[in-house]
């Protein structure tokens, strides 16, 4: 199947004008802000494989952040000798 002939993909399209353009044109100028607001998640390809859908990552996600914080406990610190007790 071939391509339909058109503009280059370097050419502005006929309805605009350079002269509308106040700066230079900068490829990816908002692409940090993009990225630093964005929740989007990659997984890696193994990971992917073991969800059906979305909503099976996030239950299993809650899942693993519900054990964490139910077995996570604050331990007492050794002092570094054992306590003897005086009979």
Do not use: C
């Not at 044109?25 to 390809?45: D, F, H």
């Not at 693993?64 to 009979?87: E, F, V, Y």
């Amino acid at each position: 199947m071939k391509k339909a002939k058109g503009a280059q993909e370097d050419e502005l399209r006929p309805e605009y004008k350079p002269s509308d353009f106040t700066g230079p044109l900068v490829r990816g100028k908002y692409a940090k802000r993009l990225r630093e607001s964005s929740n989007v998640v990659v997984l890696k390809p193994e990971v992917a494989a073991a969800f059906p859908n979305e909503e099976a990552v996030n239950t299993a996600l809650l899942s693993l952040i519900n054990i964490a914080k139910s077995t996570a406990r604050l331990t007492k610190r050794s002092s570094g000798r054992a306590r003897t007790h005086a009979t």
